[in-house]
């Protein structure tokens, strides 16, 4: 089965700007979160959504949102781009949570310049 | 955000070593989970842990829950080439539901 899609792969935006990502689950996992990775910062936790709800939020500023679709698509959105929001959001889906497991996807580079 | 103690940051081992990595909190977690990274891909589930004490096997890789449930460990046994990568440690604690994260393992196996 298909794994999980995350697009765009890369992307390059200039400071101020605003970016959406976004996430395309396993064919039937309704969870969906969302991570932060910068080197040597291991993963940080942005939310997670599961049914359209969002179900859990990390400590990120509200520059940083999400939702989640009726199909379980994800789109994450970064308002007023700054230079330290250069990282690879990574993006997993689960069929409702920790026990299940998640499957990540390869993450979409952001860089801001 | 909250981080979980993951040691050591990097090691450079020769193929056919064993390895062993850690992670530890101040905060008493109800599950870990160890993870590894290559380059270019998201976090892979190699070993997942529930209960303390409970030692789990995927292969050549071992993983404890630590009896005191504020750590965890992580052997690879005979090393080869394609166990280079990031190894990470997550952990989720009794009373908040997400996933906390170490920093990461990188390891590096000597030519």
Request: hydrophobic share 30%; aromatic share 12%; with cysteine.
């Amino acid at each position: 089965k298909a794994g999980v899609t995350q697009t765009p792969r890369y992307l390059i935006k200039t400071r101020g700007q605003q970016v959406t990502l976004s996430c395309s689950p396993i064919s039937g996992h309704r969870s969906v979160s969302w991570y932060q990775q910068t080197p040597g910062q291991g993963l940080q936790f942005l939310f997670e959504y599961f049914s359209e709800t969002q179900r859990n939020k990390g400590n990120f500023p509200g520059r940083f949102s999400g939702r989640q679709f009726s199909n379980s698509r994800s789109e994450m959105n970064v308002s007023t781009l700054e230079l330290g929001d250069s990282a690879l959001y990574l993006c997993a889906s689960s069929l409702g949570g920790l026990r299940y497991g998640y499957t990540f996807g390869s993450g979409t580079r952001l860089t801001v310049v | 955000g909250q981080q979980l103690n993951q040691s050591p940051q990097s090691m450079f081992i020769q193929e056919g070593e064993d390895v062993s990595m850690n992670c530890t909190s101040s905060s008493i977690f109800n599950t870990w989970l160890w993870y590894k990274q290559d380059p270019g891909e998201g976090p892979v589930l190699l070993i997942a842990l529930y209960k303390a004490g409970e030692l789990t096997s995927n292969g050549r890789l071992t993983a404890q829950f630590g009896i005191t449930r504020k750590d965890s460990f992580l052997n690879i046994s005979a090393s080869i080439p394609s166990d280079v990568g990031i190894y990470f440690c997550a952990g989720q604690m009794d009373s908040n539901y997400q996933l906390i994260w170490g920093a990461g393992t990188k390891l590096i196996i000597k030519p």
